[in-house]
């Protein structure tokens, strides 16, 4: 079973394999509001009894998740983001025909000032990592948007 956040929305979606044809579908099995940090009623009944600990350990884990990124510095967040959104940044730029030269060459200047300071930056091996057990990467990726996209509007 997959968790996945979808705005205010928690989905609950159960991957069942097709017997004819050997393809996965996806069906939402429940839904709850994303602000709920335990198993709802209306959820639980819906789903079986394996999927229900995955769900408890999954919003274990988001707790967690969502009171480190409060801890932490949203600096930190923020590079903790950057690999995921260069990913995705690569992802979209080899679907794209043309790009627009305005955004092209800001995108160049933001990687080269990247880069220099990167270059510049003492590296060291740490010991702690924000990030959860039981949740998707890209689940992890939107708490910590989420936890930026909040701290940008705070700071408007």
Request: hydrophobic share 35%; proline share 2%.
């Amino acid at each position: 079973m997959e968790f996945i956040t979808k705005g205010d929305t928690i989905k609950c979606v159960r991957q069942i394999k097709d017997k004819v044809s050997g393809k996965e579908n996806h069906i939402t099995v429940a839904s709850f509001n994303a602000q709920v940090d335990r198993l709802p009623p209306h959820v639980a009944a819906e789903l079986f009894t394996e999927e229900v600990k995955e769900l408890v350990l999954w919003l274990e884990d988001r707790t967690k998740l969502q009171s480190q990124l409060a801890r932490q510095s949203i600096d930190d967040t923020i590079l903790e983001s950057l690999p995921f959104i260069l990913r995705q940044a690569t992802q979209a730029l080899e679907n794209l025909e043309r790009l627009d030269l305005m955004l092209y060459r800001a995108i160049n200047e933001g990687l080269s000032d990247l880069s220099e300071v990167l270059d510049k930056t003492e590296r060291f091996t740490s010991t702690h990592k924000v990030g959860s057990m039981k949740m998707q990467n890209s689940e992890e990726q939107k708490e910590r948007l989420y936890t930026i996209k909040k701290d940008i509007e705070e700071n408007e």
